[in-house]
């Protein structure tokens, strides 16, 4: 059967698309220990585009699929992982991008959802938290702001994305500033 991704976040309610979050299953990388080891021969650039020996995957679902085998790893590195074996990939940035964003409420109440480039669904919340670096100008850091979406694994918000946060913290004019999402309270440094 072919992949149908979901429809726009904006013709969904949160409530439709917690359900979709709900229904997402993914492997058990976290409890695989293979003992076959290699190098994929794989990079996610900075743009979330996913490369196999220098030549971008061009196929959604197959990196859709990829994207499910992926884990974060204690060294701080990335690995494609099977009950069999684990190969080693190259992350630039985050192995995830936030593309699409759907608000409903407001304040404490508010709830964020997100479309990840792979179609995946992460709404907001304890486990899955915004977080918004400083720039730091010494080491040309830009403080790109990120979604934490699984085992380590985080999604950096793409530019669209956090404009359209960054109006509803200023419309919400908080103190501490910053938004609210399913329970959840993420600060930002207000800009000058």
């Keep these: 059967m072919p992949y149908t991704p979901p429809p726009e976040l904006a ?3 949160l409530s439709d698309i917690a359900e979709m979050v709900e229904a997402q299953t993914l492997p058990p990388v976290d ?4 003992t076959e080891t290699g ?3 794989m990079r996610i650039a900075a743009d979330g585009t996913w490369f196999h020996q220098g030549s971008p995957i ?3 679902a197959m990196v859709r699929a990829f994207s ?3 884990r974060h790893e204690k060294d701080n590195s990335y690995a ?4 069999y074996q684990k190969l080693h990939i190259q992350v630039e940035d985050a192995p995830f991008v936030a593309v699409e964003m759907e608000s409903e409420g407001e304040g404490p109440s508010r709830k964020l959802a997100f479309r990840l480039n792979t179609d995946h669904l992460v709404i907001a919340d ?3 938290k915004l977080s918004f670096p400083k720039a730091d100008p010494k080491s040309n850091g830009d403080g790109r702001p990120y979604l934490h979406v699984r085992g380590g694994l985080e999604a950096v918000l793409a530019r669209p994305v956090y404009y359209e946060l960054a109006e509803q913290a200023l419309a919400d004019d908080l ?3 910053g938004l609210w999402s399913h329970g959840a309270f993420f600060p930002i440094d207000k800009p000058e």
């Design 175 to 177: 103190d501490p500033f």
């Design 11 to 13: 013709s969904l309610s």
């Design 39 to 41: 190098d994929s021969e």
């Design 80 to 83: 494609l992982v099977t009950p």
């Design 58 to 60: 061009t196929r959604p």
């Design 126 to 128: 304890d486990w899955h």
């Design 31 to 34: 409890q695989w220990a293979p």
């Design 68 to 70: 499910t085998l992926l």
